[in-house]
């Protein structure tokens, strides 16, 4: 079995002492067809769950739980599960002409070292007066956002996604920590600006991939998505 180490954005710092994430360091094996039939399995897709079930046929440390992820670890994951699998070529569309991005140049962004064994952080709302302490998400955390948000879409109602997420990422107020006051807060008392700063500094902070690239002149994401697994990606 072929395998490879891969290093963690969040350098394993927002995990705690007895997780297998606490170290950093995640050993993957390359793909076969058998994980690529993964790729493929619509029931996988038309739940949403391919990518995760595609991380646990190829993660090999043992003991890891891919829901426990932060967001930017499975990024990181999942970036270098493509490259093991297709190579680092990756084409992309834009504005109608095609280009060649080269996965390996990919860089890591955040400051794990304001992290020790935690995936929380303190921040100070400054027009607000209030201090706050602040979760790194995880993927599972990011997932049930999304499926509440689809939900509320489906009815007609507003997404309220904001809310839900900064509901999720405050996790203690001044001291409290009631989930239902938390939001009530953020829907009816968060200031927009006090808002914005917050989401910025979290950005700022948090352990992950830049998945943005300048083509032509234009700043571009890179999905990692269903079609990424495909060695070219047609926008």
Do not use: C, W
């Amino acid at each position: 079995m072929l395998t490879e180490i891969v290093t963690l954005p969040s350098q394993g710092r927002l995990y705690p002492d007895d997780s297998p994430l606490s170290s950093g360091e995640v050993e993957i094996r390359y793909m076969t067809t058998k994980d690529e039939d993964i790729l493929t399995t619509q029931s996988y897709i038309q739940k949403g769950i391919m990518l995760d079930k595609l991380l646990e046929s190829v993660i090999v440390t043992k003991g890891v739980n891919v829901d426990d992820l932060t967001v930017g670890d499975k990024q990181a994951l999942l970036l270098q599960t493509r490259v093991l699998g297709y190579g680092s070529t990756y084409d992309i569309k834009v504005n109608g002409k095609r280009h060649t991005v080269d996965l390996t140049k990919i860089k890591e962004k955040g400051r794990p070292d304001l992290f020790e064994n935690s995936p929380y952080i303190d921040y100070k709302l400054s027009k607000a007066d209030k201090q706050v302490k602040l979760k790194v998400l995880t993927s599972k955390e990011s997932q049930e956002i999304s499926d509440e948000v689809s939900v509320l879409e489906e009815k007609g109602l507003p997404t309220n996604e904001l809310t839900l997420t900064l509901s999720k990422i405050i996790v203690n107020l001044n001291g409290e920590t009631d989930e239902g006051k938390i939001r009530k807060f953020v829907s009816e008392d968060l200031l927009a600006i006090d808002s914005l700063a917050l989401r910025q500094y979290l950005e700022l902070v948090t352990p992950d991939i830049d998945l943005s690239v300048e083509i032509g002149g234009e700043e571009v994401e890179i999905p990692i998505g269903i079609n990424f697994f495909y060695p070219s990606y047609k926008a």
